[in-house]
C-alpha cells in the first residue's frame, strides 16, 4: 500500500485521528451491548444475526452514495469472490465465534484479545513473502502473544481453565479478521474500501440470516422487548456500520499505519466501559497482560511505519 502524503510529509490529519480514534472506540463498545442482551435472554447467534440484518441496508446506502449502481455490478469476478469469502470468513465464522465467546469470558477480556490479528498478520505477512520480519517486529509479535497468555490467566490456574475456551474462541475470531485484513489490503485497492466491505456485509448476512432462522426459527425475535430492539439497533449502528464507515475514512486520511496505533485506545476504553457500566474486574495478570498486547501493537505498528 502506498503512503498517503501525510504519512510522507510526518504531519497527521487531526479528523483522521478523531475519526480512527473514535471507530475504536465505537468497536469496543460491541461486548457491552452485546452483555446487555445476553441478559435480556437472547442469544449469541441471534445477536450477530439481527446485528446483520439491521447494518446491512446502511452498507448499501454508503455504498451507493459512493459510486453509481453500474459501477458496483461491473466489479471482476475475482474480486467479488475474494471479497465474499473474506466476509463469510470474518463477519459470520469469526463473529459467531466472537459473540459466542462473550458468553464466556469478560468483554473487557474479549477486545484485549481480539487485538491479537496484528501479530498473525505479520506472521501470514512473513510466511507469504518468505522472510524472517525485523527484530523489532519479533518483539513485538512476542510481546502480543505473551500478553495474550497473561489476558486468559497467566500463571492464575483457576482463572487460566477459567477463560482457556473463551479466550481460544476470540482468537480464533482475531484469525479470520487478520485474513480478512490481508484480504481486504490487496482488493480494496482495485475496486475501493466501500465497495469490498458492502460485498463482505451482504455475504456475511446471507450466511447469518439462514443460519439463525433454520436453527432457531422465529421464537428468539417474537419475545424481544423494546429495549431489546434498540439495544440492536444500537449494536449495529453505532458497533458496526458507523465505527466501519469511520475508520474507512480515517485510514483515507492518515493511513492504514497511524490509523492502527490510534485504533489501540480500543483496549482500555472496553476495560473502562466495562467496569463502570458491567462491573466487570481484571485480574493483575490480566492488567499485565492489556499491558503487553497494547504495547507490542504499539511497537509494531512504529516499527513497520519506520521499515516503509
Not at 50 to 59: E, G, K, N, W
Not at 123 to 149: E, H, K, N
Not at 264 to 270: D, F, I, L, R, W
Request: net charge positive; charged share 15%.
Amino acid at each position: 500500500m502506498n503512503p498517503t502524503h501525510n504519512e510522507r510529509s510526518g504531519l497527521i490529519d487531526p479528523w483522521g485521528a478523531i475519526a480512527c480514534g473514535a471507530a475504536a472506540m465505537l468497536f469496543a463498545a460491541k461486548g457491552i451491548f452485546a452483555k446487555q442482551l445476553y441478559a435480556l435472554g437472547l442469544g449469541s447467534e441471534g445477536v450477530v444475526a439481527i446485528r446483520a440484518i439491521i447494518a446491512l441496508p446502511l452498507f448499501w446506502w454508503f455504498a451507493l452514495r459512493r459510486e453509481h449502481w453500474q459501477e458496483i455490478t461491473q466489479t471482476p469476478r475475482s474480486a467479488v469472490f475474494m471479497a465474499a469469502m473474506a466476509g463469510a470468513l470474518c463477519y459470520y465464522i469469526g463473529a459467531l465465534l466472537d459473540f459466542l465467546a462473550l458468553t464466556m469470558i469478560d468483554a473487557s477480556v474479549e477486545r484485549v484479545l481480539i487485538f491479537s490479528y496484528p501479530a498473525m498478520v505479520v506472521i501470514f505477512t512473513s510466511v507469504r513473502d518468505r522472510r524472517w520480519p525485523p527484530v523489532s517486529i519479533q518483539v513485538a509479535t512476542a510481546l502480543a502473544y505473551l500478553g495474550i497468555f497473561f489476558t486468559m490467566g497467566g500463571f492464575d490456574l483457576v482463572e487460566l481453565r477459567a477463560n482457556v475456551f473463551g479466550a481460544l474462541l476470540v482468537i480464533g475470531s482475531a484469525l479470520s479478521y487478520a485474513i480478512y485484513f490481508l484480504v481486504s489490503e490487496k482488493y480494496t485497492r482495485s475496486i475501493g474500501s466501500a465497495r469490498f466491505t458492502l460485498i463482505a456485509m451482504t455475504t456475511a448476512t446471507a450466511c447469518l440470516a439462514p443460519h439463525y432462522f433454520l436453527r432457531h426459527g422465529t421464537t428468539e425475535i417474537v419475545v424481544i422487548e423494546p429495549v431489546g430492539w434498540l439495544l440492536l439497533v444500537g449494536i449495529a449502528v453505532f458497533c458496526m456500520f458507523l465505527p466501519a464507515s469511520l475508520q474507512a475514512e480515517g485510514v483515507r486520511r492518515i493511513g492504514a499505519q497511524r490509523g492502527s496505533v490510534v485504533s489501540s485506545v480500543g483496549p482500555p476504553t472496553t476495560v473502562l466501559l466495562a467496569f463502570f457500566l458491567l462491573g466487570e474486574r481484571l485480574s493483575a495478570w490480566q492488567w499485565l497482560g492489556m499491558v503487553l498486547i497494547v504495547l507490542g501493537i504499539l511497537v509494531l505498528d512504529l516499527a513497520r511505519t519506520r521499515n516503509r
